[in-house]
């Protein structure tokens, strides 16, 4: 049986190896914690964690922030949304997405809104993004500087 709880300050740890599976830019468990912590958290970062009482770490895992925008006023922004290659096909992230949709109507946000890259290995992702009636509803621009 899985739990879903929020990884508080301290804990960070034990997100690390869901995190690195998605963010493997940071390469290691101990950067993934100085970024959570040290930058992320202080601009309202929170992050979720399914537990499945086997290991202490988290199978996946859901960071996000509530925010204001113009465009879109009151939301939660999920930045974060990963579970361990070897826990997929267990619906450990639709629980998560469940889990932010209920929380973000708790929190009196309009919406959930996230980003998705469109690379052929994120057909999984987007194909849990659409079970959950989330709707593409822009593009998204950037630029390297």
């Known amino acids: 049986m899985s739990d879903i ?3 508080e300050l301290g804990e ?3 997100a690390g190896r869901a995190m690195l599976a998605l ?3 940071w390469e290691t468990v101990d950067a993934i914690v100085d970024l959570v912590d040290n930058r992320l958290r202080p601009l309202g970062y929170r992050l979720i964690g399914v537990f499945d009482g086997v290991s202490d770490e988290a199978v996946s ?4 922030r509530p925010t204001f925008t113009s465009a879109w ?34 929190l009196g ?18 194909r849990l993004y659409m079970r959950n009636h989330l709707a593409i509803t822009s593009h998204h621009f950037s630029v390297g500087v």
């Open 61 to 64: 895992v859901l960071g996000f």
């Open 73 to 106: 006023g009151q939301i939660v922004y999920v930045d974060d949304l990963s579970t361990l290659p070897e826990a997929r096909g267990h619906g450990y992230a639709d629980s998560l997405v469940q889990w932010i949709k209920a929380e973000a109507k708790r």
């Open 109 to 126: 946000c309009e919406a959930v809104h996230l980003d998705s890259g469109v690379a052929a290995d994120r057909a999984p992702a987007h």
């Open 5 to 7: 709880r929020e990884i």
């Open 23 to 25: 963010r493997p830019r």
């Open 12 to 14: 960070t740890k034990l």
